[in-house]
T-cell receptor, first 118, second 110 residues
């Protein structure tokens, strides 16, 4: 399968600071990437769709000014959590979609980033 | 709204048994269906994809798709304790946005 690399895997930051998370598709180009958040024992929650060369599309209830997404190239999307607070502590996961044969879209996930805000 | 329904479980099976995981979906248009495995504290891993009606086998895993009934299942033969995880059913929705079920927790006990 395709490889998606996410960095860092774990970060602890102070309240009020910003944290940047990188998501890279290593062996394919991804015009679209997705960012998810997952709280313990809960489902994946889609936060936003990251579109290469254009603005991200945010899901309802997700603050775009707090969660800044940049998709500068076909292999890299970044999520910046600005002015982080303890309630932002969560597991953040990115995914990139590989289109096969023009019709079948397989989503591959990064390793996830465990964010703890203290 | 396109949806995926899964029993949250937990589904508990003894080691060596067959684990059967089920999923129903609302989107009649989707041509692709996927099963992901997520271990606690880890991100989901794609383990099976299926595009056509019928069965697809890969090692101990068999995915079954019935588009008429809008039903997809995953069978795990000779279940091992290492198979204990949450299994997510998914299909690509509009703009290829993956739509996931809530996942079924599987526990394989020795």
């Amino acid at each position: 399968g395709a490889v998606v690399s996410q960095h860092p895997s774990r970060v602890i930051c102070k309240s009020g600071t910003s944290v940047k998370i990188e998501c890279r598709s290593l062996d394919f180009q991804a015009t679209t990437m997705f960012w998810y958040r997952q709280f313990p024992k809960q489902s994946l929650m889609l936060m936003a769709t990251s579109n290469e060369g254009s603005k991200a599309t945010y899901e309802q209830g997700v603050e775009k000014d707090k969660f800044l997404i940049n998709h500068a190239s076909l292999t890299l999307s970044t999520l910046t959590v600005t002015s982080a607070h303890p309630e932002d502590s969560s597991f953040y996961i990115c995914s990139a979609t590989l289109i096969k044969g023009g019709t079948h879209a397989e989503a591959f996930f990064g390793q996830g980033t465990r964010l703890t805000v203290v | 709204q396109k949806e995926v329904e899964q029993n949250s479980g937990p589904l508990s099976v003894p080691e060596g048994a067959i684990a059967s995981l089920n999923c129903t979906y609302s989107d009649r248009v989707s041509q692709s269906f996927f099963w992901y495995r997520q271990y606690s504290g880890k991100s989901p891993e794609l383990i099976m994809s299926i595009y056509s009606n019928g069965d697809k086998e890969d090692g101990r895993f068999t995915a079954q798709l019935n588009k008429a009934s809008q039903y997809v299942s995953l069978l795990i033969r000779d279940s091992q304790p290492s198979d204990s995880a949450t299994y997510l059913c998914a299909f690509p929705g509009g703009s290829y946005i993956p739509t996931f079920g809530r996942g079924t927790s599987l526990i394989v006990h020795p």
